[in-house]
């Protein structure tokens, strides 16, 4: 069965109150059940990444869930895929960032070697809220050479206004 991109959408569930109190949160993993639902999810990105009309280099994907898709739009756009992980889990010379998260500060990493100066970048997660994580992948990518032209999420949360906090242009299949 092919899938629609609205139908891709409705597959992403809610969970109130989860994993506190007051917080809802959108579970992308039904999508990755269905293989036709990522065939589609990958297709659409891939399109709008396109539809920049810039040329890039590398996917770069952010630790955990930007794993999941990073690596498939990549290989569609024949570029190169580079993982930003939390603190500590990179081996050999890394570039590193703090930032502060709503529970205190964190540290993301990329290998030194990930990008060579000018490659042009999209970073892709599944959520976008405030901001504090994909601004930090900016900067990472920044100190390595490397040119932000697209931050590409599955999910906005708009009210959090994270999209502010960023340079380079976002764009969010979903906008809660």
């Known amino acids: 069965m092919a899938y ?11 969970f109130v109150d989860f994993p506190s109190k007051g917080i809802v ?33 590398v996917v770069v994907g952010l630790d955990a869930r930007g794993f999941l898709l990073g690596p ?15 603190g500590g889990k990179l081996p050999g010379s890394v570039a590193q960032v703090t930032y502060e998260k709503e529970y205190g500060a964190d540290v993301f990493e990329m290998e030194a070697d990930s990008l060579t100066k000018g490659q042009r970048v999209v970073i892709v997660d599944d959520l976008l809220a405030t ?29 959090l206004n994270g999209d502010k906090r960023l340079e380079a242009p976002v764009y969010a299949l979903i906008d809660c």
């Open 4 to 14: 629609t991109i609205e139908q891709v959408k409705a597959l992403v569930r809610e």
């Open 25 to 57: 949160f959108r579970d992308i993993f039904p999508i990755f059940r269905e293989p036709a639902a990522v065939e589609c999810l990958v297709s659409h990105f891939v399109e709008r990444i396109q539809a920049t009309g810039q040329q890039i280099d």
């Open 72 to 86: 498939l739009i990549a290989l569609r756009l024949g570029v190169s895929f580079a993982p930003v992980r939390k």
């Open 131 to 159: 901001g504090g994580s994909c601004g930090a992948a900016e900067e990472l990518v920044r100190k390595l050479g490397g040119v932000v032209v697209l931050d590409a999420f599955i999910i906005r949360l708009a009210e």
